[in-house]
C-alpha cells in the first residue's frame, strides 16, 4: 500500500532515461529500434569464438575476440552489462557503456564512452556461424555480412517515475547486493494490489502525464504506459 499511497498524494518524480538508437544492416534490408537497456552483437548457437570490430566515431577502432559485444545505457548497465563484468552507472547520468561477453583476453575491459559517440559494429563467426543483435532481449536480427550502428537517440526519451526518497543507490544495494538468497537484506514482502488506492494512485500519474508527455508507470512487476 505504501508506494500506491505515495502515488496517489503525488510523492514521486519523473527521470528521463536514455535510449540507444539502433540500426542493423544487412545487404539491402535495414531495420531500426531503439533500446533502453542494452544492444548485443553475439554469435548464434555454435561455441565459436566472434572477431568483433568497433568503429568509435568513425576514427578509432577497436577488435575483440569474444562471444560477443554489449552496448548499455546507464538504465541497463545494472542488466546483462553487469553480469558480464561492466560498470553501474547512475541513471541520473548520460553514457554508453561496451563490455564485451567472454573475451578471450586478459585485458579486455568495459569502457565508458560519452553519449555523443557512435558505433559502427561489424563482426564473423570463426570457421562457420551467424551473428545476431539483439535489443533488449527481443527476437535477433541476423546480421551476418552486415553492420549494427549505434548511437544516443536523438531527441527521444523515456519517462520513469521514481518515488522520492528512494535514492538509486538504496535500492541498488537492496536488489543486488542483498539478492543472494536474501540472508541478510530486507524481508521480500509480496505484493498485494488494493483496487480503490491503485485506481486512485493511477489517475494522478495520468493527471501529471498530461503535463510530460508519455510516462512508464513501474511499481516492482508492474508497468503501463500513458499516453
Known amino acids: 500500500y505504501d508506494i500506491l499511497s505515495r502515488l496517489k498524494t503525488g510523492e514521486f518524480e ?9 540500426m542493423c544492416e544487412r ?12 544492444a548485443v552483437v553475439s554469435r548464434g548457437g555454435l561455441a565459436r569464438i566472434t572477431d568483433i570490430n568497433v568503429t568509435i566515431g568513425g576514427r578509432s577502432t577497436i577488435d575483440y575476440a569474444a562471444d560477443g559485444l554489449i552496448f548499455a545505457t546507464p538504465t541497463g548497465s545494472t542488466a546483462y552489462s553487469l553480469s558480464a563484468g561492466g560498470p553501474v552507472l547512475d541513471p541520473s547520468i ?5 563490455t564485451p561477453i567472454s573475451p578471450h583476453s586478459l585485458n579486455s575491459r568495459a569502457v565508458v564512452f560519452s553519449p555523443d559517440e557512435k558505433f559502427t559494429v561489424t563482426a564473423k563467426v570463426r570457421s562457420e556461424g551467424d551473428v545476431f543483435a539483439c535489443v533488449d532481449g527481443e527476437n535477433p536480427i541476423n546480421i551476418t555480412d552486415g553492420a549494427v550502428y549505434i548511437e544516443k537517440a536523438k531527441d527521444l526519451s ?8 528512494e535514492p538509486f543507490y538504496e535500492n541498488f544495494k537492496n536488489k543486488l547486493i542483498f539478492h543472494k538468497e536474501n540472508t541478510s537484506g530486507p524481508p ?3 505484493i498485494v494490489l488494493d483496487e480503490v488506492l491503485f485506481e486512485a494512485a493511477f489517475r494522478e500519474v495520468e493527471t501529471f502525464s498530461r503535463h510530460t508527455g508519455p510516462v512508464v508507470v513501474a511499481v516492482g512487476a508492474l508497468a503501463d504506459v500513458l499516453r
Do not use: H, Q
Open 14 to 22: 519523473i527521470e528521463n532515461r536514455m535510449l540507444l538508437s539502433v
Open 94 to 98: 548520460e553514457g554508453i557503456v561496451m
Open 188 to 190: 521480500i514482502a509480496p
Open 158 to 165: 523515456v519517462k520513469l517515475i521514481r518515488i522520492k526518497n
Open 27 to 38: 545487404g539491402d534490408k535495414a531495420i531500426k529500434t531503439y533500446s533502453l537497456n542494452e
